[in-house]
C-alpha cells in the first residue's frame, strides 16, 4: 500500500488528494469456475474470475475467503506506517459529514468547508492469492457531486515492487 500511496502522491497533478481505504469486504466476486453467468447479465461491482494462468482455483477460493464480512475494525491507513508525507481521512470522519448531509451536493459543501478544496482517494483493503504475490485493489477517486471515478486492479510483485498487470471495471459519473 506504501509503494502505490507513494507513487500516486509523486505524479503532477493540481489536485490536492486526502487518502482514505475501505474494507476488502465490499468486494463481489464471482467464481466463473462454479458459477454460470448469462452473457446479456451485468453484475455492478463484482469481479468475475476464472482459474488461468494468474489464478487457481485455490487462489479465488481463498480471495473470496478475505472478502466475507468478518467483526474487526474497519480498515483504515494508519498515516504512521505510510513512508510518504501524505494527507490521509479517518472513515469516521467522512461518516460523519454523510450522516448529517445526505444530499450529494451539500455533502461535498460541508466536506470543502471542514477539509478544504481537496478530492478523496480510495483504496481498498488489499486481497491476496495464496502465495502473496498478487493482490487486487479497488482505486477510486471523488473530486464532488459528479465529478469521480475508479477501477480493480490486479497488481503483481516483480523485482520487489507492486505492478498492475490487469485492470478492469472501470467507472466514471
Not at 138 to 151: A, H, K, M, Q, Y
Request: proline share 3%.
Amino acid at each position: 500500500m506504501n509503494q502505490l500511496i507513494k507513487d500516486d502522491s509523486q505524479k503532477k497533478s493540481d489536485l490536492n488528494y486526502l487518502y482514505k481505504s475501505s474494507s476488502a469486504t465490499n468486494f463481489q466476486i464471482v467464481n466463473l469456475d462454479k458459477e454460470k453467468i448469462d452473457d446479456n447479465a451485468l453484475i455492478f461491482n463484482s469481479l468475475e474470475l476464472k482459474s488461468d494462468t494468474l489464478f487457481s482455483a485455490q487462489d479465488i477460493e481463498y480471495l473470496i475467503s478475505q472478502t466475507i464480512p468478518y467483526n474487526s475494525q474497519e480498515f483504515d491507513l494508519d498515516p504512521e506506517k505510510i513512508h510518504t508525507k501524505t494527507a490521509v481521512i479517518k472513515n469516521e470522519d467522512l461518516n460523519e459529514i454523510k450522516e448529517n448531509y445526505p444530499n450529494a451536493k451539500e455533502y461535498w459543501r460541508r466536506f470543502n468547508l471542514k477539509f478544504g478544496e481537496k478530492c478523496i482517494r480510495n483504496y481498498s483493503e488489499p486481497i491476496f492469492n495464496l502465495k502473496k504475490n498478487i493482490c487486487i485493489i479497488r482505486i477510486s477517486e471523488s473530486c464532488g457531486p459528479l465529478w469521480g471515478g475508479g477501477s480493480t486492479g490486479i497488481f503483481k510483485k516483480l523485482k520487489g515492487r507492486w505492478v498492475e498487470i490487469k485492470s478492469q471495471n472501470h467507472w466514471v459519473n
